[in-house]
Every structure is written in structure tokens, then in C-alpha cells.
């Protein structure tokens, strides 16, 4: 995010979302749209079930939007500022990159960013060079992000997300992406860990490889119990108290490092620190630390139409499905039943630290902005 665009673009959002909750001010759309693509994934996490339903049920696949039910919802949607693609894995979707164009065409992002568990190695960079490509047509200053997953080092890696060779399909994507972020100056790789039961003890080790590969974007967030992921009944999230010890090292070795980024990656990482520290007080209090804004700032469309707040409340607080609703956003987004579930969350009825729906609240939240910003200027000086 570019520094000028918090008062030039993202002003006018942050605005409505403020009336919104002080007057109930009705116009009002999100800034950030997460869109799972499709319910089809090959990995067995430990962390989330996913691919373990979709392996059970390959059928579920078949409610994915189509591109024509797609394009009629992103058609029925004001501008986003940050457009996220979740899954399931995106890079199953052959068409994954004419979901981006329809994107670009009519939601108009700035940021565009896809995660991925780098099994599909070679689909994966030329579906990536075909998004970037399509993107530089529409505008060539959005930047796009694709965050392979390293959960564990060689095996571990492959022990956690359940699939033999991951590691070293892994690899081989990193270096693909490597070679495109070297060839297209609006595109960036970035790395990312789940912090789970699972490797609570290696993190040390994940991060010094990373760093060993050269990749200068590199975050984590702590493993979740979602309903998106079917995981309620598992064991997987870190004591708080285990969680704010890990993420001190975490922040220290991010402020070590930090003289070696460039400047906008700078401010990235200080709105990431203040997160970490945000995310261990909610684990450890269990109470909304700061107001959050889901189903306002925020907004997630799950591979069949189906609209939640976010994906943590996901099923259990879904706002409606599009198809009932003949592909209508607006008409959705503004009915009875998605107030309710703003009014729920409202309440302060739950608490989470997911870190999508974290950031939106940080920029909220005017001392949370400021030590962000604050913390800024400090790595700005190193």
C-alpha cells in the first residue's frame, strides 16, 4: 500500500465505514473483497480440512461460480482497493486468470494477491505471468503478490500439509516466481507461515531459510479454528502465552532486518509488527482488542456464492448467497440479514485475529495507525 493512497483512496472508504457505525450511514462498500474460487484442493493440512472434504466429496467442486455468474456479481460491485483470491488452491481454476481480468474490469483494484500451496509448480508460473500481464494492461502500477505456503522445512513441510514432495515443488516455485519478479516490476513474491501446534518449534529455522532465498516478503499468522475450514473440533491453535513469546522473536528478527527492504516494504512490515502484537493480545483476552469493521471494511464470496463477513465466522454467519439473490451485490449486501450479522459482530459477540480483516481494523483504529505509522518513521531511519 503506498503511503499517499491512505489519504487519496482509502480516505473516502474509511470515511463511510466511520459513519456507518456512528449514524448507520448506508453507502458504504468494502475496500477489501476476498474471493475463494473454487472448494478443490490437493493438500491434507493439518491445519484445515478443506482439501480432506473436497477429497471426500469431489462434487463440491461443481458449485464454483462460472465466469458468467462471476462476471455478473463483479459487475454488480463498486471499486476495492485490495482484491484476494483464497480457495481451495486458485491455481486449479484453468481460468483463474480471466477471474483476474473480470476483476480489473470491473472492481478496479489496487492490490491483487494470491496465495498458493505451490504443488502445480509449472501451471502456477505461467497462470502468474498471464495475471501479470493482464493486470499491466488494465494498469501496470498494480502490484501482484502470489504467497506460496512453507509451513516446515523439507519433510515437516510435507508432514504438515500432507502432501509427499510439496517441499520440493515448493522450491521449484519459488524459483519460477523468482524469475518473473525480476522480469515484471509490478509483481512480488512473498512467503508465508501458518503458526500452528505443528511447528511452533521451527520457526526459527522457517524463517532463516527463507531469508536464505533471497525473498524479502515474508509473514505469518496464527493457525485458526474456522468454520471455512471444518475445523472446530481441532487442536491446532498456540497458547497465547506461546504465541506472544514466538512473535517477539518474530517482530525482532523483522526490525533486524528490516534496513535490508526497500521503503514501501518498510511500512508493510511495521503495520505487520503492530498486527503481531494485536493478534497475541486477542488470543490471550479473547475479546475484540480493537473494533472490527468484517462485513463492513471487508468482505469474503465463497466458491459457490454464498457472502460472509469474513472467513472465521464463514458458514455460521453467511450474509445470503448470490445466486438467490440474481447475482445482485448491492441488493445482498444491504439486506436485513446482512445488518444482523453486522450488528453481531458489533456487539463485540466475537474475536479473532484474522490478519486480512486485522489490517482493515488498524486503519480503523487511530492508535493503532499511529504506532503503525510510528513505527514506520523508526524503520524508515535504519
Known amino acids: 500500500m503506498k503511503k499517499s493512497d491512505l489519504?487519496?483512496?482509502?480516505?473516502p472508504y474509511l470515511t463511510s465505514y466511520r459513519l456507518n457505525r456512528w449514524f448507520g450511514y448506508k453507502n458504504f462498500n468494502p475496500m477489501?473483497?476476498?474471493?475463494?474460487?473454487?472448494?478443490?484442493c490437493q493438500s491434507r493440512c493439518k491445519t484445515c480440512q478443506i482439501g480432506e472434504m473436497f477429497c471426500q466429496d469431489p462434487s463440491r467442486k461443481e458449485r464454483d461460480l462460472k465466469l458468467n455468474e462471476i462476471e455478473k456479481i463483479f459487475s454488480s460491485?463498486?471499486?476495492?482497493?485490495?482484491?484476494?483470491?483464497s480457495g481451495g488452491e486458485p491455481f486449479l481454476r484453468d481460468d483463474l486468470p480471466e477471474i483476474v481480468e473480470l476483476a480489473?474490469?470491473?472492481?478496479?483494484?489496487?492490490?491483487?494477491?494470491?496465495?498458493?500451496?505451490?504443488?502445480?509448480?509449472?501451471?502456477?508460473?505461467?497462470?502468474t505471468e498471464r495475471i501479470i500481464q493482464i493486470v499491466r494492461a488494465y494498469n501496470p502500477n498494480v502490484p501482484v503478490t502470489i504467497k506460496p505456503s512453507i509451513d516446515g522445512v523439507g519433510a515437516k513441510h510435507d508432514e504438515i500439509r500432507g502432501v509427499k514432495g510439496n517441499f520440493e515443488k515448493l522450491l521449484q516455485t519459488i524459483d519460477g516466481l523468482k524469475g518473473l519478479e525480476e522480469k515484471y516490476d509490478n509483481f512480488h513474491l512473498e512467503l508465508g507461515t501458518v503458526i500452528s501446534n505443528f511447528n511452533i518449534n521451527d520457526l526459527d529455522e522457517i524463517e532463516d531459510f527463507v531469508?536464505?532465498?533471497?525473498?524479502?516478503s515474508?509473514?505469518?499468522?496464527?493457525?485458526?479454528?474456522?468454520?471455512?475450514?471444518?475445523n472446530l473440533k481441532d487442536s491446532i491453535t498456540p497458547p497465547a502465552d506461546v504465541y506472544q513469546r514466538l512473535i517477539k522473536d518474530f517482530s525482532r528478527?523483522?526490525?533486524e532486518n528490516i534496513g535490508k527492504k526497500k521503503r514501501l516494504a518498510r511500512t508493510t512490515e511495521a503495520m505487520r509488527v503492530v498486527y503481531y502484537e494485536l493478534a497475541g493480545k486477542i488470543l490471550a483476552e479473547k475479546r475484540q482488542v480493537i473494533p472490527c469493521y468484517a462485513g463492513v471494511s471487508n468482505v469474503h464470496i465463497n466458491f459457490d456464492g454464498g457472502v460472509w463477513p469474513c472467513c472465521v465466522l464463514g458458514y455460521d454467519k453467511q450474509m445470503g448467497n448470490l445466486r438467490d439473490y440474481s447475482y445482485d451485490f448491492q441488493k445482498l449486501w444491504h439486506s436485513d440479514k446482512a445488518n444482523e450479522v453486522r450488528k453481531y459482530i458489533k456487539k463485540r459477540n466475537c474475536a479473532c485475529p484474522l490478519a486480512n480483516q486485522a489490517y482493515s481494523n488498524e486503519l480503523m483504529h487511530f492508535p493503532t495507525?499511529?504506532?503503525a505509522g510510528v513505527k514506520a518513521m523508526e524503520f524508515s531511519m535504519r
Open 211 to 216: 531469508h536464505s532465498l533471497g525473498v524479502e
Open 369 to 371: 495507525l499511529l504506532k
Open 104 to 127: 480489473c474490469k470491473y472492481l478496479k483494484p489496487r492490490v491483487i494477491h494470491s496465495p498458493t500451496n505451490a504443488i502445480l509448480s509449472e501451471k502456477i508460473i505461467k497462470n
Open 7 to 11: 489519504f487519496t483512496v482509502l480516505l
Open 253 to 255: 528478527k523483522v526490525e
Open 77 to 85: 460491485m463498486k471499486p476495492v482497493y485490495f482484491f484476494n483470491m
Open 218 to 230: 515474508y509473514r505469518n499468522e496464527v493457525a485458526e479454528c474456522r468454520t471455512e475450514f471444518f
Open 32 to 40: 477489501t473483497v476476498t474471493y475463494s474460487v473454487t472448494a478443490a
